[in-house]
Structure formats: C-alpha cells, structure tokens
C-alpha cells in the first residue's frame, strides 16, 4: 500500500511538473505574439523590465543593436542576481528558467511576427496605420493571459517582481503591489519623453500604454483566478437558523453559525457566514427577506474559494 501510494504521488508530482512546462511555453509565446504583433509596431510600452527593454529596443533602431529578448535577458541579469544576493537562491531559480523562456520565445518570434505583421496587418488597415484602440486591447488582454498562464505554472519572467520584494523587505509598510504600480507608472510615463522625437502621437501612445498595463492585471488575475468569482454573504439575523435550513435546502450550499453582538445596543445577534456563486445571490435575498425583512446583509467579493463544491469552480477556466 506504501509503495502504490508513493507510486501515485510520484506520478501526480511528475504531471504538475509536465503541466508547469506547458503552462510556461505557452504564456511565453503568447507574450511573445502580443509584444512583437501589438506593442513593439505601435511603440505601445509595458511595464516591469519588457517596457525598459521596449524602449531601448526603439531607440536603437529596432533591432539594429541587439533583438528585444536579448534586451530583456540582460536586463534581467543584474535583478536576478541582486534577488539570489538579498533574498535566496530558492526564490530566484525559477526566475531564470522562467525570464530564459520569456526571452527566448520574443527573439525566436521576433523577425517573423515582424514580417507577418507588414503582410497581414499593417496593410490592411485604414489609412495606412493600424488603430490603437483595437491593439491597445487586443495588446493587453493578450499580455494578461499570457502572464498568468506564467505565473500559473509556477515560473515567473523575473524583473521588477524581485526588486519589488527586496523593496518590500527593506520598508515592510510599502506593498509589493504599490511599488509594482509604481515603477510601472515611471516606466510608461518616461516613454513619453523618450519617444517624442520618434513618434508625433506620444502622448497618445502613453496614455494608451497605461490602458494595456491595466488591462493586463486583470487579465492577469482572471487567468490565475478564474472567471468564476464567488460570493460571501454575512446575515444578521435572530431568525439566522431558518435562513440557515433555507440555504441548505434551496441553495444547496453550507452556512456557518457566528456570534455577533452590537456595539451601540449591547445586545447579542446571531450570524450567517455562507458562501456561494454569483447567480445564487438573488435567491438568496429573496430568502432572507421572505424570513427576516429587517435583517442586515453583506454581500462581499471572493476571488478564490478552495474546499466541498468549489474545487471544480476555481478551475472553470483552464
């Protein structure tokens, strides 16, 4: 029994592992589409280390000095370094493999999206030039799920993410968020000065710049997330077990029993926790009203639920 369990734990660690290595060349080729077909042809910046080497890559021709994967690898050296040096080797092996993958799949991608580019697309659009709205969109929704299927498999691409967190560690009360965001907003908005001699319409190209940045993160978060968000409902009620037997029997989902009390009246009142799926709120109120009109609801947002009757829904979208 020890060996057939082992055996299966093997083969289940040997699965994740194959998984992890799809998930990662995968988001690094579709990264690569989206950088070399949407951003690169119409100077639309990234943020993190990409929208560094991005405009490099512009100010020395295009290609003319050195491709932008190879930018990006170089760039990514001294922070993976400073990670290995500040925080552990641990933290930043994953870095490697996933920023050499990255790297790799821009500069094997790069001369022939640029050339497919010119035949397909730059020709087919109004006016001789391709609208910034539509690849400024397209650009970011395409970035964001690459990203995440990255970050999903376990890998990152490195970068501004490991000065973030030795950042972070340095000035505990300063989110890694914050200073994500931050270094982001100096990155895109230093394009502005960078490409005015370059480009007539840059102020444009930043602003749509930071509509792509946003645009990824939440593409970013619905790939790693899901699109299925969840809700938790708190109720305050002294009817709270009728609404709790309710829930069971209309909802089909559980509910946990809490006790609250009211600071200004003093008084002991009970609580339901219970969560449940987008779509089952409107029941769910319905309930309580028909029960308690006077009861008081919360209804909250839930990223990620793990446990009975929601594994399945944490992972809808892949």
């Known amino acids: 029994m020890d060996n057939h369990n082992s055996v299966l734990a093997d083969n289940n ?3 994740q592992q194959f998984n992890s290595i799809i998930f990662l060349i995968l988001g690094s080729f579709l990264s690569a589409f989206a950088i070399n077909v949407f951003y690169t042809p119409l100077m639309l910046t990234t943020g ?3 929208g560094v080497a991005s405009i490099i890559f512009q100010l020395t021709g295009r290609g003319n000095f050195l ?8 760039l990514n050296i001294p922070l993976l370094i400073l ?5 552990s080797w641990r933290f930043v092996y994953k870095s490697i493999i996933g920023s050499a993958c990255y790297s790799l799949a821009i500069t094997l991608t790069e001369k022939p999206m640029a050339n497919w580019f010119e035949k397909y697309i730059n020709k087919s659009t109004l006016n001789g030039k391709p609208d910034l709205l539509i690849f400024c969109l397209f650009g970011g929704v395409m970035f964001g799920i690459a990203m995440g299927l990255i970050l999903r498999s376990g890998y990152t691409t490195g970068g501004t993410d490991i000065l973030a967190v030795i950042i972070h560690r340095r000035f505990p009360a300063i989110s890694i968020g914050r200073v994500l965001l931050s270094l982001d907003f100096v990155i895109v908005i230093s394009s502005l000065f960078f490409y005015q001699d370059l480009e007539s319409d840059t102020f444009i190209i930043t602003m749509y710049s930071f509509v792509a940045i946003w645009l990824t993160s939440k593409f970013t978060d619905i790939t790693l997330e899901g699109l299925a968000v969840s809700r938790i409902a708190y109720i305050i009620s002294d009817k709270k ?3 709790a037997a309710r829930i069971f029997v209309e909802l089909d989902r559980g509910a ?3 006790q609250a009390k009211g600071m200004f009246s ?5 609580m339901v926790f219970c969560v449940m799926s987008s779509r089952q709120v409107p029941q769910l109120k319905a309930i309580v009203k028909d029960i308690d009109p006077a009861a008081f609801v919360i209804v909250t947002e839930a990223r990620e639920v793990l446990g009975e ?10």
Do not use: M, Y
């Not at 990670?83 to 925080?87: A, F, M, S």
């Not at 003093?266 to 009970?270: L, S």
């Open 83 to 87: 990670g290995w040096l500040k925080v």
């Open 48 to 50: 993190g280390v990409t």
């Open 309 to 318: 009757g929601f594994e399945q829904d944490s992972h809808d979208f892949l």
């Open 67 to 74: 491709p932008l994967g190879i930018i990006i690898a170089l």
């Open 241 to 243: 077990h009728e609404i």
């Open 13 to 15: 660690k040997i699965r």
């Open 256 to 258: 946990t029993s809490l």
């Open 266 to 270: 003093n008084q002991e009142r009970g």
